[in-house]
């Protein structure tokens, strides 16, 4: 199985409606990332997680929140999709502290139509 | 602004050869390097992690360095065969709590028979 899984793999959503990307995580990580992937940009921060308690923001947050909802789970949702949302959005985990070696997930590509 | 550049953006090689990409980085606070494999429509397979007090690693037929005065990191893979191919990503941290990834844009690499 797994270590981080994404659900969903895929999603196809209008614009205006709500959605919640999940992330869940066996390895026992504290810190917990969600990244977004774009042709030609790269992969940028949007929002991270040391622990239960702690969110904090990316590059690239507007537009988009987050829930640690347990050590094992980080949720990312947009309230109101648009189309320049459509990425491929990726999980991570990392140790804490430790080698800050990060594990991503499979990713959950997204289309805002 | 810290920037990650990888050369070439893209390889087309026949197998057997040996490769090397490079990677640089503009920022001097390099703490970590971590070397990714990302196939397509897939999340991304950390390779090797060049920790904050090493130079370089090595798994396999791949072996990765790092210079921090220079401002570089090359990985060597050894033999090329055609699984193989993949787009290859380096990204680093700066160390201190965040354990945040600055990534290249990558390089992709097609290996025929």
């Known amino acids: 199985d797994a270590d981080v899984t994404q659900t969903p793999r895929n999603r196809i959503t209008k614009t205006g409606k709500r959605i919640m990307l999940e992330c869940s995580q066996t390895k026992g990580h504290d810190r917990m990332y969600w990244y977004r992937q774009d042709p030609g940009l790269g992969l940028r921060l949007i929002y991270y997680?040391?622990?239960?308690?702690?969110?904090n923001k990316g590059e690239i947050s507007d537009g988009y929140s987050v829930s640690r909802q347990a050590q094992a789970k980080f949720s990312l949702s947009l309230e109101s999709a648009i189309p320049n949302q459509t990425a491929l959005y990726f999980c991570a985990t990392s140790e804490s502290p430790g080698r800050h070696e990060q594990f991503f997930g499979p990713g959950t590509r997204l289309t805002v139509l | 602004k810290q920037e990650v550049t990888q050369i070439p953006a893209a390889l087309s090689v026949p197998e057997g050869e040996n490769l090397v990409l490079n990677c640089s980085f503009t920022d001097s606070a390099i703490y970590n390097l971590q070397w990714f494999r990302q196939d397509p429509g897939k999340g991304l397979t950390s390779l090797l992690l060049i920790q904050s007090s090493q130079r370089e690693q090595t798994s396999g037929r791949l072996n990765a360095s790092l210079d921090k005065s220079s401002g570089r990191s090359t990985l060597y893979i050894a033999a090329s065969q055609p699984g193989d191919s993949a787009t290859y990503l380096c990204a680093f941290d700066r160390g201190s709590t965040l354990g945040r990834l600055y990534f290249g844009r990558g390089t992709q690499l097609t290996v025929w028979p």
């Open positions: 997680s040391f622990d239960v308690k702690d969110i």
